[in-house]
């Protein structure tokens, strides 16, 4: 027994030499680190790259990333695939402080970042695809970058932008990532003729940015910015974007398939009716610190998020159809809105509110939703004084034996002997036994019309030191068990 338990610590042992050889020629492979040092070098000296002048051209498909750190350089890819690895979170090509780089012919996939830019300035990145990663394109604090005829899809986010300004983004096709282009504290950056299918441009204290003939699911976006007293209407759009604006009216609109719809940031004093919002991705209308609006009689079906407000108050939601959503309405830290005459049916969530308080919620159809209403830290009204009533909930089984305000006097009044409790703080006193029958004017059938389209070994560190690691540890666990028992041995 003790000689076969020898045996299989010695060939523990031989085996522990050989994999990590093994182990790191595949690795060495996989995630090959090519640095374009600030003296025009590059390491390793093996990479596969020849360099004519200050251009410096890929010659085979790798696994692996570039750490440019020479400025006025060229990196041509000539269309080869450089592969990431994804469990190790690398940028596929990586810029930090530098200036004058021509990005080109590139296939780029399996990354954290495809490409990562930061406090770097007059870059030009042209005829490239990233596609497979969790962030397509990163740009931080980074001016005069020239972004052209390149394809972003199948990401997270495609493009992230932040405190980055008087960049160029044109004739770029970006789609079916989860979130297409973000926009944050970034202005004065232009967007010209880019494409954007299944995905949506989605802006954070952003301003003064200019949008020109872009389209969203081949239909126009329309961009406004700082417009008051302006009507929207009888339009078939790729999405529309208002930001810090005034008493608009934004009717008959049809918006579909794209990631959200309407988007509207510091929106104050207008309507939004009548419109038809289908399919999209993330939220049909998307209401940021805005106040005092009239959302009414709109169709919004199919979508993630019906009806989203974060940051928003003393908004009114009145008489819409919303059915077949994720989540019908969604409030984030929005208080002092009034949901009433509204019906939902069929989504998975009816309503959803989070930090939200004091919101009005009463006269509406809550049918066959697979959960009506819940909340999360948030404290709010559903219901009317008696005999007003609250909401109609179509799987609540109750009794209508008893009348008055508190319930307790014999007699049918249609409103339910018990309260409806969504949870300790939100408490329908007086729903309703049957559907509500609202009285409201039909909305018009309407023609849209489609709009113009207006030091080799430091290469691979952060593998060696995991494979290291795990070699030591393996070792030193082996040698441990054979001392322990040659000692047992001897006893």
Known sequence: MFKIFKNMIRYLLIFLLVIPLFLIQISSEQIMIIYINPDGTFDPPYAPLKVQENTYI?????????????????????????????????????????RNIEIKNFKIKDFDIGIYIESSNNILIKNTFIFNSNIGLKIINSQKLNFIFNNIYDNKYGIYIEESFNNMFKNNLVFNNDFGVMIVYSEDNVFLNNSLRNDSFFIEMSFKNQFINNTVNDKQLLYLENVKDKVVENLELGQLIVLNSNNLTIKNILIKNSEVGIFAYNLTSSKIFKNKLFENKFTAIYMENSSNNLIFMNEINNNFHGINLRNSLNNTLLNNFITKNDVGIYF??????????????????????????NNYIYHNNFIKNKLHAETKDSRNIWNKNYPE????????????????????????????????????????????????KFVKEEINKTTYFESPKDKTEANFKEADQFLIYLVITVVATAI?????FRRFKKR
Not at 480 to 484: A, G, K, Q, T
């Open 480 to 484: 441990f068990i054979y001392i322990i």
């Open 58 to 98: 890929l010659t085979r498909e790798i696994k692996g990333r570039f750490i440019i750190q020479r400025s006025g350089i060229v990196l041509d890819g000539s269309n080869y695939t450089l592969n990431g690895i994804k469990e190790f979170s690398f940028y596929g090509i990586e810029l930090r402080k530098v």
């Open 332 to 357: 984030d830290f929005s208080s002092n809105n009034t949901i009433m005459n509204n019906t939902f049916q069929e989504n998975i969530k009816g309503i959803y509110l989070f930090k939200s308080y």
């Open 389 to 436: 009533g609250g909401n109609y909930w179509s799987n609540f089984n109750c009794t209508d034996t008893k009348k008055g305000e508190n319930q307790d006097i014999d007699g049918s009044d249609g409103i339910c002997d018990i309260p409806f409790v969504i949870d300790n703080f939100n408490i329908d006193k007086y729903p309703f036994v049957n559907e509500i």
